[in-house]
């Protein structure tokens, strides 16, 4: 289901369908260093991990992680949504992009619109985001779309520190 559309994207609800997608994503090798391994080897992973992250979202929460996606021929490129994670008192902004497809300007675009979204649709006040210490070009986008330093912290369960940055209107 289409949830959002921008001048050069579309941001779709993730589906089984995009377990392949997913797969390779969730593999590369940005993705595992800056976020972490999730366990995804194969279809069925990427099915199970699709179904107990960002559906299940969808349907508790209303919002999750989106396909984003060329309007032009539909390709999938990576992925942009809100989260609301146990660990966070705060609603916080998520993307991944293939490769391939950074420093064109998707992951900007798509973050906008989506911070957009969650403050009109969803009435957020707040919106913020975490990051590594090393992710310059997430640390640059956040910072490109509004969004301020805050705190250096540590998430539960987690072994290395994160950046939080906050977004308020």
């Not at 993705?31 to 279809?43: E, T, Y």
């Not at 309007?71 to 993307?95: E, H, Q």
């Not at 064109?104 to 009109?120: D, I, M, P």
């Not at 490109?144 to 950046?163: D, H, M, V």
Request: hydrophobic fraction near 40%; charged fraction near 25%.
């Amino acid at each position: 289901m289409q949830v959002l559309e921008t001048e050069r994207l579309t941001l779709h609800q993730l589906a089984f369908e995009d377990a392949a997608f997913i797969l390779e994503l969730v593999n590369e090798p940005a993705w595992l260093r800056f976020i972490g391994d999730k366990q995804v080897h194969n279809l069925e992973d990427a099915r199970n991990y699709i179904r107990s992250g960002p559906m299940d979202r969808y349907a508790r929460q209303g919002f999750g992680l989106y396909r984003v996606e060329l309007k032009a021929d539909a390709t999938p490129i990576g992925i942009c949504g809100l989260i609301k994670r146990d660990s966070l008192k705060d609603v916080d902004i998520g993307f991944a992009f293939l490769p391939q497809y950074r420093s064109q300007g998707y992951g900007r675009e798509s973050a906008a619109a989506v911070l957009a979204y969650g403050k009109t649709v969803f009435r957020l006040q707040r919106i913020v985001a975490i990051t590594s210490p090393d992710n310059h070009d997430s640390i640059k986008l956040l910072e490109n779309i509004g969004f301020a330093y805050e705190q250096t912290l540590r998430l539960s369960g987690e072994p290395r520190e994160t950046l939080l940055f906050a977004h308020q209107t």
